[in-house]
């Protein structure tokens, strides 16, 4: 950890202190940090830089993740943060093991290149072959008869393109969410799905799956985009011929184990009034140091909180939650929320979708508190960031706010290329774009210091918070 770029992110706030802000609301000092942010910030991607090379991989519940928490909370230290903690939490973990094999064995023998899927359950030593089955789509799986894949190994395909706002992650989801589970419960020993995901690398994305109470689960794979389209094509020419694989994987249950959230705040003038929350998530697949999921999301909020204090101290204090357990089922979130749901906080955002630009503003108070949504959309306007009528829902790591009903905050970046890298090898600091990175620290940083520095209740169409965010104005 002692490197150039921890000790140049180290520098006393002060060293780049503004004027504090005249009065809550004035934006002079705040947009002249903001602008500095989208020229020249070296934060954001310090943090990522830092954080990939020394810790790497972040297995959620492994002793890598630990490692990851003990990096984030001295550089939380190191740069001004202050009441840094981790707060432990137990969790079930899963780790992939060090075999994953797949080979078309008729009628066109070869090789595909496979990795297991997160809760899947090893095959036999040395394997596992059977008739494939095809399925085009995850509708056509449900649709498949009880007990007609007894003995044979499910394999699920789907049409998952790119898209701006993500959206066909949406769609072509529930082929990893739950599509080897439903195998399983129609008799299927094994079950592999085309990689969600919208490359063509011989890179398969990885992620979770889960199995339904009372389903036994199986083993189950996910086959790069280029190996499930060359298994298509087999199905293709085979003529009526069975298609035969051998599958050998070998993951496992650790049982019980530690991870946790790790947790860091600029103290606002007023620390009784409830805090603004930036989330992201510090754990990683295996397979890759995460630098778009999500170092890189870490790294702007913790940048945009720095920021907004060296343009004065502001009202509310900003909180920083680096949840754990992210990629294995939110275990992080659920456990902060769970210990922190009766402290009230004034409103919520999230950067996990990478590092591409924002191009959109969404909040889910543009009706309940038109002012300040106008505000906000106001001010990121300059960045080419759109207002948008859509209600937000905040990211996966705020559900202390939505348990609270509270005020949430999406600030939308670019998904075009996110679901080529999302879970991959390919998921590497090389692929962050400084210049689309500093502009998701200006965005943050601007909206981060009008929250901050908001005097009134953020009140939304669900829920009007009562006490101290009120009274104590």
Not at 190 to 211: E, L
Not at 307 to 332: D, K, M, W, Y
Request: with cysteine.
């Amino acid at each position: 950890m002692k490197n150039l770029a921890l000790a140049l992110a180290a520098l006393p706030l002060t060293a780049l202190a503004l004027p504090a802000l005249a009065q809550p609301g004035d934006l002079a000092a705040l947009e002249t940090v903001a602008d500095r942010a989208l020229a020249a910030d070296a934060i954001a991607y310090g943090f990522t830089e830092g954080l990939t090379t020394e810790v790497g991989p972040r297995q959620a519940g492994t002793e890598a993740e630990a490692r990851g928490r003990a990096w984030a909370m001295a550089w939380l230290k190191a740069n001004g943060f202050a009441n840094v903690a981790d707060e432990p939490f137990e969790m079930e973990t899963w780790v992939p093991g060090d075999i994953a094999r797949a080979r078309v064995t008729g009628p066109f023998a070869q090789d595909l290149v496979v990795l297991p899927l997160g809760d899947s359950a090893a095959t036999p030593q040395g394997g596992i072959e059977a008739e494939v089955v095809f399925f085009r789509t995850f509708e056509d799986l449900r649709a498949a008869p009880e007990g007609s894949l007894k003995g044979k190994i499910a394999y699920i395909s789907h049409q998952m393109r790119q898209a701006q706002d993500g959206s066909h992650y949406g769609f072509a989801g529930p082929v990893r969410w739950v599509g080897p589970g439903i195998a399983a419960s129609k008799g299927a020993v094994a079950a592999v799905i085309k990689s969600i995901g919208t490359d063509h690398h011989r890179n398969p994305h990885t992620g979770g799956t889960d199995f339904a109470a009372g389903v036994k689960p199986i083993p189950a794979g996910a086959l790069s985009l280029p190996d499930a389209e060359n298994l298509e094509r087999m199905f293709a020419r085979a003529g009526g011929k069975p298609v035969t694989l051998r599958l050998e994987m070998n993951p496992r249950q650790l049982g019980k184990t530690t991870s946790g959230n790790v947790v860091g705040e600029i103290v606002g003038r007023n620390p009784a009034l409830p805090p603004v929350l930036l989330a992201c998530h510090l754990d990683s697949w295996w397979n890759s140091p995460g630098a778009f999921d999500d170092a890189a999301g870490c790294g702007i909020i913790a940048a945009a909180a720095k920021n907004v204090a060296s343009a004065g101290q502001p009202l509310r204090t900003i909180r920083v939650l680096f949840a754990g357990a992210e990629e294995v089922g939110l275990h992080g979130s659920v456990a902060y929320s769970k210990a922190h749901i009766n402290e009230p906080i004034a409103v919520g955002l999230e950067s996990d979708f990478g590092a591409d630009r924002i191009w959109r503003f969404e909040s889910n108070f543009r009706e309940s508190n038109p002012d300040l949504h106008a505000r906000l959309a106001r001010a990121v306007a300059r960045f080419g960031v759109a207002n948008s009528p859509l209600v937000a829902t905040g990211g996966a790591d705020l559900n202390v706010v939505r348990d609270q009903k509270g005020a949430l905050v999406d600030l939308q970046q670019d998904g075009t290329r996110y679901f080529d890298l999302h879970h991959t090898p390919d998921d590497t600091l090389d692929k962050i774009d400084i210049v689309q990175l500093r502009q998701n620290v200006a965005v943050w940083t601007q909206v981060t210091g009008i929250l901050a520095n908001e005097q009134n209740g953020i009140l939304t169409g669900n829920f009007e918070r009562t006490g101290p965010d009120v009274m104590g104005d």
